[in-house]
Nanobody, 128 residues
């Protein structure tokens, strides 16, 4: 069982930045793809970003492209999501997820159902 813990959420004004972290104590975390998803009240869970196990490839949802950056440090068993130019519509609970896969098709990284392990989530609130 891979345990994931998110941190870094909070309240920020529109245009501001936040940096979310996803940490794991799993020693093989470096072999897992990591995804970030978010869910706002009354809405479905939405794909935000994903990074392959090696960190070589990253994928983004259309609504965050150019504003968010996903990265990872496999030596520290950690993945981060840098969020810049935040908008009120970015307000949601953000979840980190992991999957022991190496898909060649980027589409599969965007599907929440394809991830095996999830964190508890961290709230991000962007005020206007």
């Amino acid at each position: 069982q891979v345990q994931l813990e998110e941190s870094g959420g909070g309240l920020v004004q529109a245009g501001g930045s936040l940096r979310l972290a996803c940490a794991s104590s799993e020693r093989t975390f470096s072999s897992y793809a990591v995804g970030w998803f978010r869910q706002a009240p009354g809405k479905e869970r939405e794909f935000v970003a994903a990074i392959t196990w090696s960190g070589e490839n990253a994928y983004y949802g259309d609504s965050v492209k150019g504003r968010f950056t996903i990265s990872r440090d496999n030596d520290k068993n950690r993945a981060t999501l840098q969020m810049n130019s935040l908008k009120p519509e970015d307000t949601a609970v953000y979840y980190c997820a992991a999957a022991h896969v190496d898909w060649s098709n980027p589409y599969y990284y965007t599907l929440a159902s394809d991830y095996e392990y999830w964190g508890q989530g961290t709230q991000v609130t962007v005020s206007s």
